[in-house]
Structure formats: structure tokens, C-alpha cells
């Protein structure tokens, strides 16, 4: 098959968008805000992310979880606050 003249030029802009935004601008991002914070924090935030993913999922489309995903949630979850909780800890 062809692709017609007006498909391709859809084609460019949402190539250009998944090389421009979703996989160059998300890496410059990552290592800015590393370079500005404390590692364990970094971590703890990328540890999190399947929660704020969920989040989102269920704001802005409407999504739900089911029992498996409160559960993977809730041990996400209790990870990142026993790791906050013992990086708070003073050292001896």
C-alpha cells in the first residue's frame, strides 16, 4: 500500500512528537531535577511512579484497578515510606 500525501505529513508530526517530547524532553528532565535533589528522593520518586501513573490513569481516563493493582499499590506504597522513614533516621 501507499500512504496518502496529508497521512504523511501526520505521520512526521507524530513521529517528531514521540522523538521530541515523550523520549528527549522526558530524559532532559530526569537528569535536570537529578542533579537538584538527593539521590534516596530521586529514587523514592521514581520508585512511586507506577502510583502516580494509576492516579492519573484514573482522572483523566476514567480507569479503575483491581484488587492485584491495590495490592502492587499499597506494597509500593509502604517501600517508599519505609525507605523515607529509615532515610530520616539519624545515622550513628
Same mark, same amino acid.
Given at each position: 500500500?501507499? %500512504?496518502?500525501?496529508?497521512?504523511? !505529513? $501526520? *505521520?512526521? #508530526?507524530?513521529?517528531?512528537? =514521540?522523538? *521530541? &517530547?515523550? =523520549?528527549? +524532553?522526558? =530524559?532532559?528532565?530526569?537528569? !535536570? /531535577?537529578?542533579?537538584?535533589?538527593?539521590?534516596?528522593?530521586?529514587? #523514592? %520518586? +521514581?520508585?512511586?511512579?507506577? %502510583? !502516580?501513573?494509576? &492516579? !492519573?490513569? +484514573?482522572?483523566? *481516563? /476514567?480507569?479503575? *484497578?483491581?484488587?492485584?493493582? +491495590? =495490592?502492587?499499590?499499597? #506494597? %509500593?506504597?509502604?517501600?517508599? #515510606?519505609?525507605?523515607?522513614?529509615?532515610?530520616?533516621?539519624?545515622? $550513628?
Amino acid at each position: 500500500g501507499t %500512504i496518502a500525501p496529508n497521512q504523511c !505529513f $501526520k *505521520l512526521g #508530526l507524530a513521529t517528531s512528537w =514521540i522523538g *521530541l &517530547v515523550t =523520549i528527549a +524532553y522526558t =530524559i532532559y528532565a530526569q537528569s !535536570f /531535577g537529578q542533579a537538584r535533589i538527593e539521590p534516596t528522593t530521586a529514587n #523514592l %520518586i +521514581y520508585t512511586a511512579q507506577p %502510583i !502516580f501513573t494509576a &492516579v !492519573f490513569a +484514573y482522572l483523566v *481516563l /476514567g480507569e479503575s *484497578l483491581g484488587t492485584s493493582g +491495590y =495490592i502492587g499499590g499499597a #506494597l %509500593i506504597g509502604a517501600a517508599v #515510606l519505609l525507605v523515607a522513614q529509615s532515610d530520616m533516621t539519624p545515622q $550513628k
